[in-house]
Each structure stands twice: as C-alpha cells, then as structure tokens.
C-alpha cells in the first residue's frame, strides 16, 4: 500500500507541482524563463516514462500533460516581451547554473530510460497470451527502472502484464482486497505459439492482496516449449489450467485464467522466454511491438 501511495505522489503530485512552478514564473529573461520550462519537461517526460499508469490511470496523463500545456502557454505570454539578457545583474550561467546541471542529470537519466526502452536484438516474436481487452505492460524493459525482473538471468526480459478498464485503472480502488476489483483477474490466458507443454501447475490458492508466497514464486503456471525457446506463463487462477504435460498447443489454444498465485502482490500475468540450453532470458515482441512499461496491447 505504501509504495502505491508513493507512486500515485510522484506520478501525479510532481506534474502537478512542476505545472504550478510555470505556472507562477516570473524571470527577467526569456533565456532565463525557458530553461526553467526545458527542466520541469524534462521532469514530465521522465514521470511519463517510468511512472506506472496502470495504477496511477491511462488517461491521467493526457490531463496531466494538459496542464503543464496550459501553464506553458499562460507563462510564455507572461514572458513573451522580456529580452533574451539584461546588461545588470549576473549572467545567466551564475544565476542559472544549478537548472543547468539539473537539466543535465535529467537528460542523462532521460537517455537512460530510452536505453532501457529500446527493442532487443534478437526479439522471439509470439502471440499475445491474453485475450477479449485491454493490456498494458507493468513491468517491462531491458533495466531494473522500467522492469524488476531485468537483473534475473532468466526472466531479464520479462513482463508483467495488467488489464485497464474505460476508464484506464488497472482495479477499482488503490490497492482493493477483491480480486474481482481488478480488470485482469479471470482474463483468459492462451497459448502464445504451437508447441508443447512441458510443464503445468494447479490448486495453489489466489491470495487477497498484497499477500504473497515466495514458496511458489510462479504459483500455479504453464511452461510450452515455443521451438527454440520455453516460455512460462504464470501467476494463473486456481482450478483454471486446462493443459497438461505433453498436450500439444496452437497459438491461440486456451491454457487458463488470470489468478493471484505464487510470490504477486495482486493479479497480473507473467510471462518469460528462457533459451533452455543456457538458461538465459530471451526477448520476446508480440505483434512486433516489444513489451516495455506502459504499452498498451489488444487482445
């Protein structure tokens, strides 16, 4: 609960507070005023990137973005006929150098965040696993930023995947102890390529966020050998796997229902590739699209 309640604070607070600071801006240059600007969007466009918008809402930051547009436009009028450099006072380097080195670092760190977003060489492309809404990546990209499963050598490309309803949450309420609150909860899981089943788990119970059971970290799941790689979909609702070791899938194939089983804090489907001969993750792109945090797909 704590860390959801930080994430709505730094996802919405900050544009907010970033939107107020244009907002009220009154520098003696305009060389001065768009430096300011230059920061607090390189602030934006970093929050947008990494913030979880699942939780924090699809939309929210069309209107957030709205805002800071607003703020934008009402300071730039503001500024709009003040001169580039005043001959009195400091130079802008003196008195300007700390939002200089912090549009700097944000720049970095923006550049970084774009590193971790880029698509993988070698991408296994499959079917999208999920079926009949709305999807959106949580947890996905090649750093620990955007994915927390991006230092496992196995799951390093993974992604966990929720579901938003119309008005673009990923549950009713921040943290719900339902589990029919959240969207994704009994979405149906299929098959993401022809292949076999190598292994298949049921009976481990969904648990009431934010339990969790680090016994099981899986919970109940489904691995299928995809060709040249395996490829485990877990997390699955109890009673709802309907595969067994050896059945042979199309892509497409039913395997099961969304559940809350294993080490998850609430409902969401993982899924990872592994090359099987050296263990090591392998990226994986459905439709062409690589899952990075925030992308939506359609299933």
Known sequence: MIFVVILLLVCIGMPLLYAWRVWRLDEQTSAAWLLIVVESALVLALV????????????????????????????????GGRPWRVDAGPSLLRSKWTTMLTIALFSAGLAYVASGMAPPAGAR?????????????????????????????????????????RAGFR????????????????????????????????GLPDLVPPQ??????AGNHVVIECGEVNVELAHLRRGSVEVAPGNRLAAGDP?????????????????????PESGTGVPMSFGGAVPVRNRLYSG
């Open 255 to 275: 395997v099961g229902l969304v559940g809350n089983s294993g080490n998850t804090t609430e409902p969401h489907l993982h899924i990872h590739a592994v090359d």
């Open 212 to 217: 969790a059971d680090p016994d099981n970290p």
């Open 48 to 79: 947008f990137l990494v913030g979880r918008w699942d939780i924090a809402g699809h939309y929210t930051r069309i209107l957030l973005l709205a805002v800071f547009a607003a703020a934008v436009l009402r300071s730039l009028v503001k500024h």
């Open 171 to 202: 549950a009713s309420g921040i943290l719900p102890g339902d589990l029919d609150r959240y969207v994704i909860y009994g979405a149906a899981v299929v098959s993401p390529c022809e292949g076999t089943v190598l292994s298949a788990r049921d």
């Open 125 to 165: 492309t499959l079917a999208f696993p999920l079926r009949d809404g709305r999807f959106m990546v949580g947890q996905g990209g090649g750093i620990g930023l955007l994915n927390g499963h991006a230092g496992h050598r196995q799951q390093q490309f993974a992604a966990d995947l929720t579901a938003i309803g």
